[in-house]
């Protein structure tokens, strides 16, 4: 099976502009998380996407938004860019399903780094 | 809320020797998931093991080995025979069983692994 794909791997931004991430989950996978990775704050869970409804959500304010679409594809909105924004981001996929750690294991895309200027 | 500590920033090992790398989490549940996850300078986050929490029997994957220890809240990962290869931040990340926590891992600060020939 092909992995996790995020688009895209590399972007930089200005201050005020949004942007839009984007990721493919694992085929089968209905789950798609999305986290923020940066040196000071380390990985954060920003929110969870199951079958087209947002199951859960972090502490990130409202400029963090996200959608999935029916083939579980996943978009996440920044918007009014800041430069703290700068940050690895990180899509994760999986089943979705309870059933235990081998059943909802989270496999992860090589991440999208964003840069704002 | 759930918390990771990772107390070792860095770590370094010689080839074929074995290393550990400590983990403590803090959380009133009891029904969980544990996992590692390795990030090498490519980024890319791969899952190297997965506990649950109410399986007594510390998980393996090859070289790599937990010893999971509930009552202490302590899930060290041990990797025997080293190899170039492993060098990379080490994650390790906590996961609640069902609940409303879709999705949602909870990461500690990493540790970063060093391999010298």
């Known amino acids: 099976k092909a992995g996790v794909t995020q688009t895209p791997r590399y972007l930089i931004k200005t201050r005020g502009q949004q942007v839009t991430l984007s990721c493919s989950p694992i085929?089968?996978?209905?789950?798609v998380s999305w986290y923020q990775q940066t040196p000071g704050q380390g990985l954060q869970f920003l929110f969870e996407?199951?079958?087209?409804?947002?199951?859960n959500k972090g502490n990130f304010p409202g400029r963090f938004s996200g959608r999935q679409f029916s083939n579980s594809r996943s978009e996440m909105n920044v918007s009014t860019l800041e430069l703290g924004d700068s940050a690895l981001y990180l899509c994760?996929?999986?089943?979705?399903?309870?059933?235990?750690?081998?059943?909802?294991?989270?496999?992860f895309g090589p991440g999208t780094r964003l840069t704002v200027l | 809320a759930q918390t990771v500590t990772q107390s070792q920033p860095e770590m370094s090992v010689q080839e074929a020797e074995t290393v550990t790398l400590s983990c403590t989490y803090d959380?009133?549940?009891?029904?969980?998931?544990l996992f590692w996850y390795k990030q090498p300078p490519s980024r890319q986050m791969i899952l190297v093991i997965r506990?649950?929490?109410?399986?007594?029997q510390n998980a393996t994957e090859n070289r790599f080995s937990v010893n999971f220890q509930k009552a202490a809240k302590s899930f060290s990962l041990k990797i025997s025979d080293s190899q170039l290869g492993d060098a990379a931040m080490y994650f390790c990340?906590?996961?609640?069983?069902?609940?409303?926590?879709?999705?949602?891992?909870?990461f500690g600060q990493g540790t970063i692994l060093t391999v010298h020939p």
């Open positions: 959380t009133s549940e009891s029904d969980y998931y």
């Open positions: 996407y199951f079958s087209e409804t947002q199951r």
């Open positions: 085929s089968g996978h209905r789950s």
């Open positions: 506990q649950e929490a109410y399986k007594q």
């Open positions: 994760a996929s999986s089943s979705g399903l309870s059933g235990g750690p081998l059943t909802d294991t989270q496999y």
């Open positions: 990340a906590y996961r609640t069983a069902g609940g409303t926590s879709y999705g949602k891992l909870t």
